[in-house]
Each structure stands twice: as structure tokens, then as C-alpha cells.
């Protein structure tokens, strides 16, 4: 079984540009989940889709957005990209949702912004 | 509200063991704990949910003390594969939002 495969796995921007990250979870699953990572503060909620439909959003400015697909595949855009954006963005994807039960890690997109 | 880990930091020897608390101002409704390796996706190890349930995976356990609103994880006779950062997930009462809420992680160093 496939795991949770995200891209690009690497990615250098500037300030000011914009970004979109891919994921595409496991079979079947219909939850996806987005965290930011960064070493001080450990994995932050971005926000969480099922069903191509948004269920909760952490508390991140309107430049974080993100949508969900028919096949479960999830999008997020980061715009305006500022230097602190730069961080490790991890998409887990489960069947019921995250608190239902086990959330699949992919092993993340890293953005570095100069 | 971002729960509490404690310690930030532990270094064992083989065959050592260790506890990792993780602590939250909130009523919760479950907490999940998940390893992550250097360089890795993040792994899942088990969920307690209210009620005080004490789960199990290998030489890993767990327990979740409501009245609290504290979850241990316990390490026991450590191997070097146990190496990496642990993190705790919470959910607040109320139920399910579809949202973890995850503390700042406790790397955990295990020697030869």
C-alpha cells in the first residue's frame, strides 16, 4: 500500500512569491490534515479537509490556504511568502480525521524562504 | 492551547528507561502519541482516550490521567531505535473537531 506522498519534497522561493504544495494521501483515506514544523514551535495545525470540504483551520493568516480534490488529493498555497514561513509542511491523511484515529505522515515539503 | 512536554530533552543509555509527560490546560478527550526519527514522517505509537486507558505498542506504554488532564509515556528498557522525537497530540472535550493539537515534541537520545 502506498503511503502519503507529498511534492516537491524541496523548494527555495523568495519573499513576496507564492508557493503550492501537493499531496496525495492513502487510498481510501478521505481526511487530510496539514502542519506546519519548525523547531521551536513543533507541528502546527493549518488546517484539515474531508470530503473536498474544509473542517477546521488553526490560526494561521488568510495567506494559508488550502483545498481538497474529488480524488482526496490536497492542495496548500502559501502567497505573499515572508521569511518565517520557512519551515518543514507536513500533510497526514486518515480515514475518519485527525482525533479518530491514526494520522499517515508524509515525510514533507521543505520551503526555504530568502 | 498547545499542550506541555516535559522534559524538552532526555539522553539514555541502552536499557535504560524514560517518561515523558505531557501536560494540558484544557479537559481533553484523547491524546495520541507519535515518534518521529531524524529526517522521517512523524510515526504513530497509540491513543488514550478519556477514561484513563492504559495502551501499549512493543516496550511502550501509555496512561492518561483525566483529572489531570496528563499523559504519560513510558519507555521502558530502551533500544537505540527509540532514538528520536516524541510528540503528544491532544483533543479537547467536546468532541472531535478533526484536530490534534501537538506539543512541542521531547528528543530522546538512546546510547550505546
Known amino acids: 500500500k502506498a503511503g502519503v506522498t507529498q511534492t516537491p519534497r524541496y523548494l527555495i522561493k523568495t519573499r513576496g512569491q507564492q508557493v503550492t504544495l501537493s499531496c496525495s494521501p492513502i487510498?481510501?483515506?478521505?481526511?487530510v490534515s496539514w502542519y506546519q514544523q519548525t523547531p521551536g514551535q513543533g507541528l502546527q495545525f493549518l488546517f484539515e479537509?474531508?470530503?473536498?470540504?474544509?473542517?477546521n483551520k488553526g490560526n494561521f493568516p488568510g495567506r494559508f490556504s488550502g483545498r481538497q480534490f474529488s480524488n482526496s488529493r490536497s492542495e496548500m498555497n502559501v502567497s505573499t511568502l515572508e521569511l518565517g514561513d520557512s519551515a518543514l509542511y507536513l500533510c497526514?491523511?486518515?480515514?475518519?480525521?485527525?482525533?479518530?484515529?491514526?494520522?499517515?505522515f508524509g515525510e514533507g515539503s521543505r520551503l526555504t524562504v530568502l | 492551547q498547545q499542550p506541555v512536554q516535559s522534559p524538552q530533552a532526555v539522553i539514555l543509555r541502552e536499557g535504560e528507561d524514560a517518561v515523558i509527560n505531557c501536560s494540558s490546560s484544557?479537559?481533553?478527550?484523547?491524546v495520541h502519541w507519535y515518534r518521529q526519527k531524524h529526517g522521517e514522517a512523524p510515526v504513530f505509537l497509540m491513543i488514550?482516550?478519556?477514561?484513563?486507558e492504559q495502551k501499549g505498542h512493543e516496550k511502550i506504554s501509555a496512561s492518561f490521567n483525566e483529572k489531570k488532564q496528563q499523559s504519560s509515556l513510558y519507555l521502558t528498557a530502551s533500544q537505540l531505535s527509540y532514538s528520536g522525537t516524541y510528540f503528544c497530540?491532544?483533543?479537547?472535550?467536546?468532541?472531535?473537531?478533526?484536530?490534534?493539537?501537538f506539543g512541542k515534541g521531547t528528543l530522546l537520545t538512546v546510547n550505546p
Open positions: 497530540g491532544t483533543e479537547r472535550s467536546g468532541g472531535s473537531n478533526y484536530k490534534l493539537t
Open positions: 479537509y474531508f470530503s473536498e470540504t474544509q473542517r
Open positions: 487510498s481510501g483515506h478521505r481526511s
Open positions: 484544557k479537559a481533553l478527550y484523547s
Open positions: 488514550l482516550l478519556k477514561g484513563g
Open positions: 497526514a491523511s486518515s480515514t475518519q480525521g485527525a482525533g479518530t484515529g491514526e494520522l499517515f
